[in-house]
């Protein structure tokens, strides 16, 4: 059945028909949603497209509420948020351009830009050293000193150097600590911006406390109101950040990464941030319309004018168009749960190879996010991700139990010194916390096309005899 047509004309906003709606929607493709969303935009006046708001720093989309997801990123875990799908870098009204996509621009380059006319050629030395050993947080793990010792230079170029450095964009790179990023960034905001008082000494003295939001006790600690501590904590965590690296993308650079045709088909693509080998991973995942929706508030209004069949009407109409906005909304939140889980147990897999998948079962996804199972299975089906490497898999690829435990088995075989029966390879993957049976061994080993440990040990000996014979 084609999605348009699972719009139901009248539909009466309860919890069955929200339900239904948000599955319905969650179990289909990027192009899929887009579709049927289109479809109820074309037949339904009540529900319209606004432009997305943007961040007032790096121009993003935004797509939910809530400040930039990349900008302000969450201090730990990866960073995952509604994106700009690729080739739609222009709103449906043509009205207002989204930044360029930039050519690809490393960390470095984009300081040494920053930077450079005011070095002298000596000190531009310098900075390539010092930039080259920014961590993937931003912050600079050496003391001037001994970067001075390393480069033979006079301690105080190197600390002009680095002060050059720290007066970059983003703000705090180069900071020898997070606290020191942090303190950076307030003088920064406190240029333009009003600067709670409690702000310096928690980050001076209180970031553990305020980590755990032990608000009570910094107040206490601090001799201030409690309700002053909490609007120093949201001031902190809406516009500081210790890792100033991570910011980088803010600029809209992004990391090299293949042809953005070849992630036209994906629903998300999984990146790392540039020069971050170690650093979270960035997952975008693509929205099915470039904008937001909402009830259009003039119908709204007008509805409460109008009597009798007519009303009945529109109010109908009023009603499919918040209905729809709430279940694409819900169900987005969902696959960005969901996206988040993904990046965190299957980093190795998405980083590496299929060696490194992770088992994992809908079942047990479905209780961390607490929802229930069928909700998982729809969010992942017609689903593909976009991996760093540029292959574009499905995403029940994660949940491939058997592909991962059949690469392992042949990698336990191919390294074997004797022939190992089914019942150790089955003890061997339980040692690796893959809890399979002996049966389950020997399917696998079937369908790689494995011989049996006994008929293995022939092959051997008769191998060896060929050998000894020749
Ligand atoms: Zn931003």
């Not at 939910?64 to 222009?90: N, W, Y």
């Not at 310098?126 to 961590?135: E, F, G, K, M, P």
């Not at 299957?346 to 060696?355: S, Y």
Request: aromatic letters at 4%.
């Amino acid at each position: 059945m084609l999605p348009a047509q699972r719009a139901i004309p009248r539909i009466r906003q309860t919890a069955t028909a929200h339900l239904t709606q948000t599955m319905n929607l969650l179990g289909l493709s990027r192009a899929e949603q887009g579709e049927f969303l289109n479809s109820v935009l074309a037949s339904n006046p009540a529900l319209e497209l606004t432009k997305p708001t943007r961040c007032p720093t790096c121009r993003r989309a935004l797509y939910l509420p809530g400040p930039c997801p990349v900008c302000h990123p969450a201090r730990e875990g990866p960073i995952v948020f509604l994106a700009t799908p690729p080739g739609r870098g222009r709103d449906e009204s043509g009205e207002e351009n989204l930044p360029e996509p930039a050519q690809p621009e490393r960390l470095s380059d984009f300081l040494l830009r920053q930077i450079g006319p005011e070095l002298s050629p000596e000190e531009r030395s310098v900075a390539n050293y010092l930039i080259a050993r920014l961590d993937e947080n931003g912050l600079m793990p050496e003391s001037s000193a001994e970067a001075a010792r390393y480069l033979h230079q006079p301690l105080a170029v190197v600390e002009k150097v680095l002060h050059a450095i720290q007066r970059c964009d983003p703000p705090g790179i180069g900071a020898t600590s997070p606290i020191e990023a942090l303190l950076i960034q307030v003088e920064q905001l406190a240029e333009t911006h009003d600067v709670p008082q409690a702000v310096r000494p928690i980050i001076l003295e209180h970031l553990e406390p305020l980590a755990h939001g032990e608000f009570g006790l910094i107040a206490r600690a601090l001799s201030l109101p409690r309700p002053e501590v909490e609007a120093a904590a949201k001031f902190i965590r809406l516009n500081l950040t210790p890792y100033p690296g991570r910011t980088f993308l803010g600029h809209d650079h992004q990391p090299t990464a293949p042809d953005p045709e070849l992630y036209h088909e994906a629903e998300m693509v999984f990146r790392l941030a540039p020069n971050a080998a170690e650093g979270p991973l960035i997952v975008e995942v693509y929205a099915p319309l470039v904008g937001r929706l909402r009830v259009n508030p003039e119908i709204r209004t007008l509805v409460k004018t109008l009597s009798g069949a007519e009303r009945e009407n529109w109010e109908g109409k009023v009603e499919e168009a918040a209905l729809v906005e709430k279940c694409l909304r819900q169900s987005q939140v969902t696959v960005l749960r969901l996206a988040a889980i993904l990046a965190e147990e299957q980093r190795a897999f998405i980083l590496g190879t299929d060696r490194e998948l992770i088992p994992m079962t809908r079942a047990r996804i479905a209780a961390r996010l607490e929802v229930h199972e069928s909700t998982i299975s729809r969010a992942v089906s017609r689903k593909r991700a976009a991996l760093p490497s540029g292959r574009i898999v499905p995403l029940s690829k994660f949940f491939d139990r058997s592909l991962s435990v059949r690469d392992v088995v042949r990698s336990i075989i191919a390294e074997e010194n004797r022939p190992l029966t089914d019942t150790e390879v089955a003890g061997m993957l339980k040692e690796r916390g893959i809890p399979v049976a002996r049966r389950t061994v020997a399917k696998y080993r079937a369908m790689e096309g494995i011989l049996p440990a006994a008929l293995r040990r022939t092959q051997r000996a008769q191998r060896s005899a060929a050998l000894s014979a020749s």
